[in-house]
């Protein structure tokens, strides 16, 4: 039974197992990478992968245009791509469930304004939003992280709203008011865990997209700022050598290929593990 429960959510385990990697690198890239990411050698640059005639055991995935050894500095980029898609994504779920609750809780004007803020917010297209913010306070990484978090809020004050206006006219909501309890206490003792499985599962798909916005502000120079490795740093600077050096920018896309999806993957296996309706 137990096999056959965990074959059904195959594709989550795998997604697991992806981010668990990616994780583990993240936090242990010092031991783990081959060399240091910073490292400049002028006389391998440019070396292909081990695998391609030119190659060398030294530097598995090849170096970049200075020296720098690839595989090290993706394995240092994932402590960028997961920390930006961790943290912003923290800072947008705290501040959207809150809205959200109120929104959904309180309703009257308050949940107008809330909405009406909301509906403000998404009508600008979120890239543009967050590159005119990155670009009038600096790009670095602190910046980079408190205007994606600041700016996906949202969704989740969408969301939440939502079904906190389903959960207030339940019965058992209506029985803790009837006894007195504070409104506060209401929404945070019976609401919030009742929403508690759609916030996770939304939040583990927004890591993702996270991740992806800060490759593409890394792309563009709004991001991280060299020499830290950044997988969209990483395509940013292999650009310009697609057609006669491959590999600076193909390994940097897949890395953010591979994380995404491992996490995309993740977030679809405790969508199905939490509804009570697939079990």
Not at 25 to 42: E, G
Not at 154 to 162: C, K, L, N, Q
Not at 244 to 261: K, M, R, S
Request: proline share 5%; hydrophobic share 50%; charged share 15%.
């Amino acid at each position: 039974m137990i096999t056959k429960r965990l074959w059904k959510f195959r594709a989550g385990i795998a997604g697991l197992i992806v981010v668990g990697i990616m994780s583990f690198l993240a936090v242990f890239a010092q031991f783990v990478s081959p060399h240091d990411p910073y490292n400049q050698d002028i006389r391998s640059r440019l070396m292909p992968p081990v695998w391609l005639q030119g190659g060398s055991s030294k530097h598995l995935l090849g170096t970049d245009p200075v020296g720098r050894d690839i595989l090290s500095r993706i394995i240092y980029g994932a402590r960028v791509s997961l920390a930006t898609g961790a943290v912003s994504v923290l800072i947008s779920m705290i501040t959207g469930v809150i809205l959200g609750l109120l929104a959904g809780y309180c309703g009257g004007k308050t949940d107008s304004a809330i909405s009406a803020l909301v509906d403000v917010i998404m009508a600008f297209p979120f890239m543009l939003l967050a590159l005119t913010a990155v670009a009038v306070m600096g790009p670095s990484f602190k910046n980079m992280v408190i205007v994606l978090g600041v700016t996906g809020w949202p969704i989740y004050t969408r969301v939440v709203r939502a079904e906190t206006y389903g959960l207030k006219e339940l019965e058992f909501v209506a029985a803790a008011r009837a006894t007195g309890l504070p409104g506060s206490m209401i929404v945070f003792r019976h609401i919030l865990p009742n929403v508690f499985n759609t916030i996770l599962v939304t939040s583990s798909l927004e890591v993702a997209r996270m991740i992806i916005m800060e490759s593409f502000l890394s792309f563009l120079g709004l991001g991280v700022q060299p020499p830290t490795p950044s997988w969209g740093g990483m395509l940013g600077e292999g650009r310009m050598y697609m057609l006669t050096h491959w590999w600076l920018a193909t390994f940097p896309g897949l890395a953010i290929f591979v994380t995404t999806l491992g996490i995309n993957l993740l977030g679809d296996g405790l969508r199905d593990l939490l509804d009570p309706y697939r079990n």
